[in-house]
């Protein structure tokens, strides 16, 4: 079974500075998707940013950004220019293909410094 | 589209007592999760379905938890009888195989506080 590793419980960045949170994981297949998912206070889960396995170009959107490490099985998420709407609850998860469910790692408490 | 649409969004009912989660999935999207958030566990699944049918409820705790698709346009899950410690955020997921990406849309939850 997969597995997916989230191993900093909590991160703290200062406003307009860049972050990193890490998140390895598990598994012996070859294809798959990697996502980050952001939870505000609001619970509402919504999706930040995904990676197919099979593409070697590393995904972007806008701030946010991923280094996407195959062989290490590596999937690490970047934030540039952090703003206070950042803080949240971040969540990687992994899917096999098909429609399959999502196994997720345990989350990463962000907290925004103005 | 409106989205995954989940009621109601809290609930609170004594152990004991039946409580049914409802779930709308997004129009066109032929597969269902239900999976449930929780301090201790983190966010599990508890069952999923692919075009109504249930394809894996190893997630589901025990007997007194139990899941229906009867339409593509609706899902509920029952606990029945519920006790404290069924106490979670309950979220229901849609997804369109072979959509871009792999994505999955989550509705906003349902908040379960059983006293």
């Known amino acids: 079974a997969q597995t997916v590793t989230q191993s900093q419980p909590e991160m703290s960045v200062q406003e307009a500075e860049t972050v990193t949170l890490s998140c390895t994981y598990d598994?012996?297949?070859?294809?798959?998707?990697l996502f980050w998912y952001k939870q505000p206070p609001s619970r509402q889960m919504i999706l930040v940013i995904r990676?197919?396995?099979?593409?070697?170009q590393n995904a972007t959107e806008n701030r946010f950004s991923v280094n996407f490490q195959k062989a290490a099985k590596s999937f690490s998420l970047k934030i540039s220019d952090s703003q206070l709407g950042d803080a949240a609850m971040y969540f990687c998860?992994?899917?096999?293909?098909?429609?399959?469910?999502?196994?997720f790692g345990k989350g990463t408490r962000l907290s925004v410094i103005a | 589209d409106a989205g995954v649409i989940q009621s109601p969004r809290h609930e609170v009912t004594e152990m004991g007592q039946e409580v049914t989660l409802r779930c709308k999935p997004i129009?066109?999207?032929?597969?269902l999760f239900w999976y449930r958030q929780t301090m201790m566990r983190g966010l599990e699944l508890l069952i999923y379905?692919?075009?109504?049918?249930?394809?894996?409820d190893s997630g589901m705790p025990e007997d007194r938890f139990s899941a229906k698709m009867p339409n593509a346009s609706f899902s509920t899950l029952k606990i029945q009888p519920s006790e404290p410690r069924d106490s979670a955020v309950y979220f229901c997921?849609?997804?369109?195989?072979?959509?871009?990406?792999?994505?999955?849309?989550f509705g906003p939850g349902t908040r379960l506080t059983v006293l």
């Open positions: 997921a849609s997804s369109l195989r072979g959509g871009p990406g792999g994505e999955q849309f």
């Open positions: 598994t012996s297949e070859s294809d798959y998707y």
């Open positions: 990676q197919e396995a099979y593409k070697q």
């Open positions: 998860a992994y899917r096999s293909p098909g429609n399959t469910p999502l196994v």
């Open positions: 129009s066109g999207h032929n597969s």
């Open positions: 379905f692919n075009n109504n049918v249930p394809i894996d």
